[in-house]
């Protein structure tokens, strides 16, 4: 466990929250601040669960990938299609 701020991850998760992936006034940009400020000892347990099951796979994807997918979303005023299941049972 963290005892203090990691730097480089409050930096990825200033980035994070830049780039518009961890929105404002959400209990994961919150919990997000709250890691990057204080280290990840300080959270509840309420707080370990919101930053392991939501922030943390936001920031083991690339970013730029995930700016690029909320640009696209955004340009085309609407969520992406979902890719339908190949597959099929005979």
Same mark, same amino acid.
């Given at each position: 466990?963290?005892?203090?701020? $990691?730097? +480089? #991850?409050?930096? #990825? %998760?200033?980035?994070? %929250? $830049?780039?518009?992936?961890?929105?404002?006034?959400? =209990? +994961?940009?919150?919990?997000?601040?709250?890691?990057?400020?204080?280290? *990840? !000892? =300080?959270?509840? /347990?309420? @707080?370990? @669960?919101?930053? +392991?099951?939501?922030?943390?796979? %936001?920031?083991?994807?690339? #970013?730029?990938? *995930?700016?690029?997918? /909320?640009? #696209?979303? =955004? /340009?085309? !005023? &609407?969520?992406?299609? /979902?890719?339908?299941? *190949? =597959? &099929?049972?005979?």
């Amino acid at each position: 466990m963290t005892r203090h701020p $990691d730097p +480089e #991850l409050a930096t #990825l %998760i200033a980035e994070a %929250i $830049d780039a518009g992936l961890l929105s404002y006034g959400t =209990r +994961e940009h919150e919990v997000a601040c709250l890691v990057a400020t204080k280290g *990840q !000892n =300080r959270l509840s /347990r309420s @707080e370990r @669960e919101t930053f +392991e099951t939501k922030v943390l796979p %936001i920031l083991a994807k690339p #970013l730029s990938a *995930q700016i690029l997918v /909320r640009s #696209l979303t =955004r /340009r085309s !005023n &609407r969520l992406p299609p /979902r890719i339908p299941d *190949q =597959r &099929r049972s005979a």
